[in-house]
């Protein structure tokens, strides 16, 4: 499994960190999974949101993956960078949906969730967002769940920050199993949280 995180100016450090260490240390436990930090702009060096500088000499247009992990970041400050200008600059959303559409599945952490919704993919869906944009969600079509996660197959989606190491963890036992997800948790020594909302038998995507 190939998931790629991409990164932008303002992102959360730890909405995109902490799920990629997840997925590292899994593989490292034997399970056939890749995490890669990229960005959509060519961008040899990205700020986060409290001043961490991140190199990634990836661009997501150059990489093939079967999931898109969107993570969020400074959406209520509606500032010059974080999610609030990736969506309304237009060119995220406009990605991560034309991938979605081509088949690859997407999660999105805290705010991220928005980015999610501003490319359409949220609507109608049932799905969470940090506690400061719920009613932002809500707004924009989406069916908000109260759960740490929200799975919906295709659409994963987590409320703030921490969150996102329980969508890893959630991610891990669905595609992987009990034993990498528990192998893993003990490395990391972290009990992960729910709850956890899950549809599995549904069709996911539209017709």
Sequence with gaps: MKIAIVLFEGFDELDAIAPYEVFENAHEEGADVTA??????????????????????????????????????????????GAWAEAERGTFPETIARLFDEGVSVAGVCTGGMLLARAGITDGRPAITHASAVDDLRRSGAEVVDARVVDDGDLVTAGGVTSGL??????????????????????????????????????????
């Design 36 to 81: 890669t930090l990229c960005t959509i702009d060519d961008l040899a060096e990205v700020t986060a949101s409290h001043g961490l500088q991140v190199r990634t000499d990836h661009q997501l247009v150059d990489l093939s993956p079967d999931l898109v992990l969107v993570p969020g970041g400074q959406w209520g400050a509606r500032g010059e960078t």
């Design 166 to 207: 329980d969508l890893a963890f959630h991610l891990l036992r669905r595609e992987f199993g009990d034993e990498i997800a528990d192998a893993v948790a003990d490395r990391m020594e972290y009990e992960p949280r729910g709850p956890v909302y899950s549809e599995p038998t549904q069709n996911h995507r539209s017709q």
